[in-house]
């Protein structure tokens, strides 16, 4: 069983950052072996790509809303992936998923077979 939990979310102002991190606890995932993904869903609206890294880390991928603004990373040896937001706008309010692929296809979201169980971020203008 895999187990994805993320944390970090909250309540910040336009303009403000947020850290998100998605650990996943156990031996019986090989972090190292899968893409990580972050999602984001908003009410009313289907969930979206946000961003994705290589298994190494040493590809990132980032949808044009975020580009610039958000970075995505990972430390293998802690199982951990973060999503670091800058310059939070209203429109990134959405609960927001990690999600593990064993595919290099990152931006499409069903080839991720894994999902944590979200965390809410809200940004007030």
């Known amino acids: 069983q895999v187990q994805l939990v993320e944390s970090g979310g909250g309540l910040v102002q336009a303009g403000g950052s947020l850290r998100l991190s998605c650990a996943a606890p156990g031996r019986t995932f090989t972090f190292s072996s899968y893409v990580m993904g972050w999602f984001r869903q908003a009410p009313g609206k289907e969930r979206e790509f946000v961003a994705a890294i290589s298994w190494s880390g040493g590809s990132r991928y980032y949808a044009d809303s975020v580009k610039g603004r958000f970075t995505i990373s990972r430390d293998n040896a802690k199982n951990t992936v973060y999503l670091q937001m800058n310059s939070l706008k209203p429109e990134d309010t959405a609960v927001y998923y990690c999600?593990?692929?064993?595919?290099?296809?990152?931006?499409?979201?069903?080839?991720?077979?894994?999902w944590g169980q979200g965390t809410q971020v809200t940004v007030s203008s």
């Open positions: 999600a593990a692929s064993e595919s290099d296809n990152y931006y499409a979201i069903y080839e991720y077979d894994y």
